[in-house]
Each structure stands twice: as C-alpha cells, then as structure tokens.
C-alpha cells in the first residue's frame, strides 16, 4: 500500500510538472523573498519494533505547525520548519523476568519535531511542483510514568501561595529526517498554498529496522 502510494504520488508530480510547462507556466518572482507558513499534516498510522520484542502501533493522528523559508533564487529555497501532534497508541511491552510475559497497554504520545530543509522547484511559474528534504531533532513523550508524582509548591507574587504536581515520564529526543514532492501555487505575489506527501524518518535508538511515517501536508503562507 506504501509503495503504490508512493508511486502515485511521483506519477502526480511528473503531470504537474508538465502542465506548469503549459499554460499555468506563467513567471512569477521568488528569489530573495522571505516566507512564512502555516500548516496541518496528517500523520498515516504506522507499527515501531523495538529492542527485546517490544512494539507501538501509532495511530493516525492531524498535527499543525508553522515555517520559515528563504529563496536563495527562483527554484531553490532553504526552511525550518516547527511541528506538534498527540497521537494515540497501542503498545506491548516484554517484562524481565523468566517467561517474558508480555503486557499490552494504550496511552496517548505527545511529540514536536524542528526540522531544517531545502525545497527544489522545477519551474519558475506561478504553479510549480517541488522536491524537499530536511533533517532535525523530534521530541517525543510517551507519558508513560517514570517515577512518583513531584509535587513543588512556591510563594507567588500574583497569586500567592501555589502548588503544582508533576508526573516525570519517559521520553527522549531522537534524530528525524525525511523527503516530500509536492507543489506550490502562487495566488498572488504575496499569498500561496503549498501541497506535499513524504516519507519522514525517526531514528529510535532502541528500534528495530526503519521507522517511518508518510506525511500529507498543506501550507498556507505569504511572502514578506
């Protein structure tokens, strides 16, 4: 199912790419503008192994987040990029002890990736398909509790006296990094819409094998 999609998506791009060379080809300015955009993307559902037979399915889940670009010209831009989402998921975790028993349990996960990319676009009109690749850091909290509540209680010059209890979980920051095609249409010279599909990557230092995502993505964004 990966795959087709995948293949459907490159057969979508070679079409845009030749129409944007036909009568939507028209020239449209890009370079040395800078970009901001907002965005949502929807997550596919996807299975990660881990070390001693562990495992989580993920649901499929919409997240949101927001851009900064520069185009260096007309076809070439550099971006970060800043996203979020809660996702749930179904685990099954493996216990240290003689017959391994095996536990399942669900919770939600909670996770926020900076990433820093490049976007290549084939053509300088205003309709124009893209490549793009990018690499960064992504933060994910399984809240899963890792030890007892801390409760911290203080003097507040608004308020007064407070009190907050907070449950230590697990959770790391792992390396992340992936590729997309996708197109842009400019609808003016300072508004334009962005739609994308890509691979996206995690690399878990405990998984087993790839663990990966395929992400749909549309931005709205302007040019300062």
């Keep these: 199912m990966l795959n087709k999609k995948l293949k459907l998506t ?6 845009l790419l030749t129409v944007s060379n036909g009568v939507l080809a028209d020239s449209i300015n890009r ?10 993307r929807y997550l596919e559902s ?5 070390d001693g037979g562990a495992s989580a399915d993920i649901n ?13 010209n007309d076809k070439l831009a550099l971006r970060g990029n800043m996203s979020w989402l ?20 669900s919770s939600r996960l909670d996770a926020a990736t900076l990433s820093f990319g490049a976007d290549y676009y084939f053509t300088k009109g205003r309709f124009s398909p893209f490549i793009n690749g990018s690499i960064g850091w992504t933060f994910v909290d399984t809240n ?28 790391d920051t792992e390396v992340s990094y992936g590729a997309a095609v996708g197109f842009r249409y400019d609808i003016t010279d300072k508004v334009f819409l962005r739609a994308s599909v890509g691979q996206h990557y995690i690399d878990y230092s405990r998984s087993v094998g790839d663990s990966d995502y395929l992400v749909s993505q549309l931005e709205f964004g302007f040019a300062l």
């Design 86 to 105: 809660s996702a749930r998921y179904s685990a099954t975790r493996v216990l240290d002890d003689v017959s391994g028993t095996r536990q399942n349990f």
């Design 31 to 40: 370079a040395q503008k800078l970009e901001l955009t907002l965005q949502t």
């Design 46 to 50: 996807t299975e990660v192994n881990f």
């Design 60 to 72: 499929s889940d919409l997240g949101f987040g927001f851009g900064v670009g520069y185009n260096l």
């Design 144 to 171: 899963i509790p890792a030890g007892r509540p801390i409760t911290t209680c203080w003097w507040d010059p608004w308020w007064g006296y407070l009190c907050d209890t907070v449950q230590p979980t697990v959770s």
């Design 10 to 15: 490159a057969l979508a791009v070679i079409v």
